[in-house]
Structure formats: C-alpha cells, structure tokens
C-alpha cells in the first residue's frame, strides 16, 4: 500500500461547514492525488500535487482546496461542504518521476453531507 | 480528455470461465495500467503495458494492447470468486502528471 494513511476514515458533517481530509505517505514520493468515486462516475481527479506547495486542478475542482506544506502530507479541504460532496474520497501516490506511472491509493474516507 | 472507457459496465461468470473486459481511451498514451478494486476498498494496481508493448502477462491475468484501435483488453482466465470486483483501466493525461480513470467493468464470479 505504500505506507498511505487517510484521516479520518469517515465523517459526517452538515451542509456549510468547512472539512479537512489528511493523506499522509511514508515513502518520499513526489506526485500526490485525491480522487472521489461516486456511482456511475467512476474515479475522478479533484487536485492533485507534484512537490511541496505545488499543486494544480483536476476534473471536479471546484469546491475543494489543497495544501502540501510536507512532502508526505496533502490535505483537501472543502470549505463549505454541499451536499453534492458526500462521497468516497481517496488519495494516492504515484511511485515514478512523473505522474504516469503505477498509483498506490489510500484506504479512502467516506464523507456524508447533510 | 483521454479518459478510458470500459465496456462492458458489468459481466456475470462462473467460477473457473475466463472473463475479458475491454478499454478504449481518445489519444496517444504513453502507457495504460489495469487495477482492481474490492467492494469498499481502495484502487489496487493489476498491470501496466506500455505503448510499445502488444500484450503481457501476470498470472492469470493477460493485457492486450492495441494503440491503433487505442484500445485494450484484460483477460482473466480461470475466474474465481475472489475475482469478484471492479477493474478499471487508466491512461496518462495529455500533460503526464496524473492518471484518468474509467468508469470501469463490475465483475461478478460465482460459484
């Protein structure tokens, strides 16, 4: 699994509150994801980071934000939950230089917004 | 977007059948990976062919790759209820920082 954590494991919340998801790797690696899955849309891409305070967009951005301070810790924030938000998120790693190569994922956290 | 495709969404076997499942994706890559992912788990990485490979093996497991069709194939051979899972494929985004991910195929063993 490539030492990745995800804190918390789940979480309910309430519409209009802000929430942080930590991932946390223990290998070094520089390029770090957070994807959400949602029946019938697969996995799809929110932010991800390829080093320390550098991050860009994916897909379904909006919403979120990301910080990467440490290499071995990205948060995703929501800073206002929705709704539409509820849903499976995971983070993942990818193992080479770039970004094309094999991904190890978290374990995920179950978000419910209500 | 080079978002791969999966097809068919979902595929019912017995135990011992061999199941394909199939991926198409829009532009050129430089590779495309196979995982798998158990009911409430996270994505478990399967197999990765590169655009200058046809086919590979792993197991049970056998990945085609046709990069003039832009497609691909995963054959399981000798399916069992372990195999029981989504298996989606993956391909590279245009700038190679980050891997889309298809809808995937659900598939079902039994017994």
């Known amino acids: 699994d490539a030492g990745i954590t995800q804190s918390p494991r789940h979480k309910v919340t309430e519409t209009g509150t802000p929430v942080t998801l930590r991932c946390h790797q223990t290998?070094?690696?520089?390029?770090m994801y957070w994807y959400r899955q949602d029946p019938g849309h697969g996995l799809r891409l929110i932010h991800y980071?390829?080093?320390?305070?550098?991050?860009d967009k994916g897909e379904v951005s909006d919403g979120y934000s990301v910080s990467r301070s440490k290499t071995e810790d990205f948060l995703l924030t929501l800073e206002s939950a929705t709704s539409s938000q509820t849903s499976v998120y995971f983070c993942?790693?990818?193992?080479?230089?770039?970004?094309?190569?094999?991904?190890?994922f978290g374990p995920g956290t179950r978000l419910l917004v209500l | 977007s080079q978002q791969g495709e999966e097809d068919p969404q979902a595929l019912s076997i017995q135990e011992g059948e061999n199941a394909t499942m199939n991926c198409s994706y829009k532009?050129?890559?430089?590779?495309l990976q196979w995982y798998r992912q158990n009911s409430g788990r996270g994505l478990v990485h399967l197999i990765l062919?590169?655009?200058?490979?046809r086919e590979k093996h792993s197991g049970r497991l056998r990945v085609t790759l046709d990069t003039s069709k832009k497609s691909s194939s995963l054959l399981i051979t000798a399916s069992r209820a372990a195999d029981t899972a989504s298996y989606f494929c993956?391909?590279?985004?245009?700038?190679?920082?980050?891997?889309?991910f298809g809808k995937g195929t659900t598939l079902s063993v039994s017994s």
């Open positions: 993942a790693i990818n193992q080479g230089a770039t970004g094309q190569e094999t991904q190890y």
């Open positions: 290998e070094n690696h520089r390029y």
């Open positions: 980071s390829y080093g320390v305070k550098d991050t």
């Open positions: 532009t050129s890559i430089n590779n």
């Open positions: 062919i590169r655009s200058n490979e």
């Open positions: 993956a391909t590279p985004n245009q700038a190679g920082t980050a891997l889309i």
